[in-house]
């Protein structure tokens, strides 16, 4: 069974006839060849398919893209990344938080939800943070020194 | 016992490299914008022309040549057309055209065969690296948003 759907997609307004059953980071990868959100273990664990809502994140694959109706949707491919996005993306690089970048995605994701809710994290909380994610390549350390440089030039800025 | 702590004089010794600018120093990597971009290319972001199913099989034990695949049972299961590329199988369902001869059908096999091997070629071998972009323009069928 089919269902209409409109959304927005990194700022674009997509009108689409989705199965009802097909989820979400499904709808983005397949019926829009948005492929920058990744399958890892399709149950909510590995966190690769992590992508924006309407400002919080979630498991595209526990989502089902019908349930995005009306809804704002922003991976890490959009082309205005919002001010914490930008800074994370230039951190990942700074610090060469990435190996393969399978991960990439749903952690940067979820690294702009907690640059955004949670300025004063300290390294704790930021590993608490991302628990949710996994990476199996470059460790977290270095995604780690990432946010928190983030994090850092924040507080300068705000000073 | 024989830390640097215990031996005072090493303490004294020079590092190897006075100036350490590459002992210690991160290398920028190759294509990490495309990567926090969302922009890589994995072997699942793979459409290719017809393509319904692709299994890749590699060998479990490193440096080791397969000499043989035995198909058999996968034929029985469905597949009308299977093609091997060196270590990777591809298992391609043909779909079914209507209203075409099989002359035709031959021929976009044929197609299809010359593509699938230029892919493996140049793509499957390349890993993290710029030509994934010459990847990206051989078999990419993403539509753009």
Redesign the interface.
């Known amino acids: 069974m089919n269902t209409a759907i409109k959304l927005t997609v990194n700022g674009v307004a997509v009108q689409k006839q989705v199965d009802s059953r097909k989820h979400l980071v499904d709808f983005l990868r397949d019926d829009l060849g948005l492929t920058g959100s990744h399958l890892g273990c399709e149950h909510g664990v590995c966190g690769a398919c992590t992508v924006m809502v309407d400002n919080q994140i979630v498991r595209g694959c526990l989502v089902l893209a019908a349930q995005t109706d009306g809804c704002d949707v922003v991976t890490s491919e959009t082309p205005n990344p919002s001010p914490a996005l930008k800074a994370l993306q230039a951190a990942f690089i700074k610090f060469n938080a990435l190996q393969c970048g399978y991960c990439t995605s749903g952690m940067l994701m979820a690294c702009v939800e907690l640059v955004e809710h949670k300025p004063n994290a300290n390294r704790d909380e930021i590993r608490q943070w991302i628990s949710g994610n996994y990476c199996r390549c470059t460790g977290y350390h270095a995604i780690v020194d990432a946010v928190a440089d983030v994090l850092m030039d924040m507080k300068d800025a705000a000073k | 016992m024989n830390s640097p702590r215990d031996l005072p004089s090493q303490a004294k010794v020079a590092p190897i490299l006075a100036d350490q600018i590459h002992i210690g120093a ?1 290398i ?2 190759q294509g ?2 495309r ?8 072997i ?2 793979l459409q290719m022309p017809r393509l319904v199913h692709v299994v890749y099989w590699r060998s479990p034990v490193a440096h080791a040549k397969i000499i043989g695949i035995e198909i058999e049972a996968a034929r029985v299961i469905g597949p009308k057309d299977i093609v091997f590329f060196n270590q990777i199988i591809i298992e391609m369902k043909i779909l079914e055209m209507d209203s075409k001869t099989e002359l035709d059908k031959k021929k976009r096999d044929e197609h299809s065969a010359r593509h699938e091997k230029k892919v493996s070629e140049n793509g499957f071998e390349e890993r ?1 690296s710029g030509r994934h972009h010459s990847l990206a323009k051989k078999v990419s069928l ?4």
């Open positions: 991160a920028p990597r990490i914008q990567l926090v971009q969302g922009r890589g290319q994995y699942d972001d993290n993403r539509p753009y948003l």
